[in-house]
């Protein structure tokens, strides 16, 4: 065996590298998405990222922050302060910018130093490693004096000097998100002591809980969701004591300053009273004192008694009185608790997405590298065991068994396997998953190298799959000859029959074809195994290429489409509280000028399900306000829900549900396997209704589902008053700017610009660059192979052929010509049937990858198909180029020797 692979190491080379790539390509995808939460599972922990996230309006004290780290399930609870502030750096030519500034804590949220040191001094700080490096060690960062008093007054210090770079796990998205400040988006984070604000309450309160499993699994999400009802309960129930407290504490501050104020005026009247009786006593009559005689017989106790019976108030009116003190005073409101959890951070909720995308691209594009192994070690074996079928004969002649004359091809072709599946799935799980992370990293802000996973599982299904690609089509190839007598084993094979092909028997296009140009169509259709693997080979590249940059086409317009033909509102603003007459016309008011048009929406979460059976799914209820009219003369409030939302399907707009009815987008009705007419049962926070799917529209990213206002008024609490709002800015409007005005608005919690969510996803698809890159590398490597191994192979059978060619003065470059033009036409032809299957492969791959959250329409373009058919010509070329010296290497003297 080892002779023979000496012999032949290019045929040896062939088979373990095509089967190193079908194991590297499918080990490495299918590791990838392990890898990359692993390795973020591992730098989350390593920096004690939060598991749960408290914010009360009211704040925390630090009694209640102690009262959650006593919560059963809690590992460590810790508070922190944050803020957003105009800021300037030194040396900085920008200006002014919005950054957000976070107090740094000690056991949670661990920022990683990347350079420089720690901050000691409360005017010093951690800057964000997206946006300073190491030369801005040193530099000062200035609050400034544009900001409101509230912010001013929550910094003790205006002025941090730059000590350190670093990576904090709350921000590994590439965006820092939005602020109602400067241009509406934050360019940076800064992390500053503690000690660095002036605030008597924590603004929030980290939880690190006790959990399960890995990130993303069951049993982590089951986990913090108990966590997450526990530590609300007793964040609210904290939060009313001390509200009471505060309530308590100041009414009794308001009835004291009432009983203050009412013995002022008590004393005052009494001395007056008393003065007056002094003045009637001196005086000669009462008449002169203007007094009555009645009065003037009264003693100093009776008038006390007079004045105390007239100052005296019951409890009912003196908690009257308290009541109206308390009316105009600067009080909180009845606290509200947010409890969040890594979900509700943007780079955690993504990062899993991204990673299941590449897990799905991992069950199908391998198929084709081992489809092509299994073909390029049958066509290799099969030249190896005609070129043996002498010595085959021999040894069946002088006794050998079928198994011990088989044993010498698989040892040959499953040394070859093993090697191959070995090496390649070692390099695939290190290649491809740092090729993905370091893709990744443009959107993420990844710490250092993934981990390098060994999955024995995979490793074992990586190597079954290289044994059976060789030693089992081994055993096909070698049982067909086997099955022949040793007699006929020794005589030379009968060369294929020369047939006619189908060109032949079209005679004017025959005749005028060249003499070589008809010996190449023969052989093309001769050897029809070689056609075969070539057909295989080179069109499977080309389809690889082809749903590479079908992938990536369709990713990268997304975004766009969905902002652009789908959704057509500017903004959606979410309010505080649900609008009244009153807060509507405070709203407008505050808006005008800013918005062009706008529509009010009521908006509520619920679970969805089919009526028929199966699980349910959540999903986001509106309800289209068309009925009210604007308060404000110069606010356009539009009733036309087209031009705010696209719903229609297959060109046909569809109408508003109504009573009874759902309109149901496109993801969530193929998740549900829902269609019009179907029955559907929709879970509010006040109870359950039955609804028919009236229309499903058109939708790419994200879910909805539209309801009438009777239905919301059945199923949610609060009903269908308007929370929400989409709006129109007009055309000549900074969207970034009139989104920041637009928060500042009376009872608005937040705004969401469109622009904001479109270049979102498509920065977040950055990174499918690189996967790209990688497919179209590994393409190649296939094309190369195939190309290499059946030139090779063709090169060896021709020997003859070709050194009879060059006796009968062919030049070099005839030479080549004549024995590549096979290869070139092949390579054309199996370019465009590639195009066809690489369109059929895209379909199947966005079948298997869309989610309920997310359809995808197959679509290549015109640049996709141009690049995968030029690039599949351009590894046929290079293949040709490599292999020119082996014809120059053959022997012209070799054409005399004979066959025996």
Partial sequence: MIREILSSPGRFLAILLIVALGVGFYSGLCICQKTMISSMDRYWNKQNMYDVRLISTLGFDEDELQNIQKQSGVNVAEGGYFTDALASVSD?????????????????????????????????????????????IGSTITVSSDNTKDTLDLLREKTFTITGICRSPLYMNAERGNTDIGSGRLSAYILVPQKAFDSDYYHEIYVDAVTDGQIYSTAYKKSVSMAKKALKKAALSAADTRYQKIMDDARSEAKVKIEDEMAVKKKEVLEEKLKQLKQLQTAQTAQTAGMTDSAASMSEAEIKKQIESKFAVSDEEMNRMIDDALADADLPDAPQITVLTRNENAAYAGFDSDASIVSSIAQIFPLFFFLVAALVCITTMTRMIEDDRAQIG??????????????????????AGILGGIGGYFAGIWLLPNAVWTGYATTYDLPGKPVYLFDLKLFLISLAVALLCTVFVTWIRCHEDLDCEAADLIRPKAPPIGKKILLERISPIWKKMSFLHKVTLRNLFRYKGRFLMMLIGISGCTALLVAGFGIRNIFMGLGNEQYGV???????????????????????????????????????????????????????????????????????????????????????????????EILLDLGMARSLKLKKGDQVRISGTDGECELTVSGIYENRLGNGAYISTETMEQCFEGGAADNAAFVLFPDDVQVHQAGKELLGASNVANVTLSQDNADRFTSSMEGLDYIIFVVILCAGALAFIVIYNLTNINISERMREIATVKVLGFYENEACAYVFRENTMLSVLSGAVGLLLGKCLLIFIVDRISLATLVLTPQVGIIGYAGSFVLTMLFSWLMQLFMRHRIAGIHMAESLKSVE
Avoid: W
């Fill in 394 to 415: 021999i040894f069946k002649s002088l006794g050998y068994s079928n198994a011990a004359v088989m044993s010498k091809y698989f040892l040959y072709s499953g040394s």
């Fill in 92 to 136: 900085a030519a920008d200006g002014e910018e919005a950054v957000h500034i976070q107090s740094i804590t000690e056991q949670v949220n661990v920022p990683e130093l990347l350079q420089g040191r720690l901050p000691g001094a409360a005017d010093e700080c951690l800057a964000d490693d997206a946006a300073f490096d190491e030369k801005d």
């Fill in 566 to 660: 789908y959704t057509l509102y500017d903004g959606a603003v979410s309010f505080t509280d649900p609008l009244t007459d009153r807060t509507r016309s405070s709203f407008e008011q505050d808006a005008a000028g800013m918005v062009r048009s706008i529509i009010y929406v009521s908006q509520h979460s619920g679970d969805i399900a089919a009526s028929a059976g199966g699980s349910s799914s959540e999903i986001t209820f509106t309800a289209m306000d068309t009925d009210t009219d604007s308060s404000q003369d110069d606010m356009n409030v539009d009733t036309q829900t087209s031009h705010f939302v696209n719903l229609e399907q297959g060109g046909q707009v569809l109408s508003l549900p109504a009573d009874g």
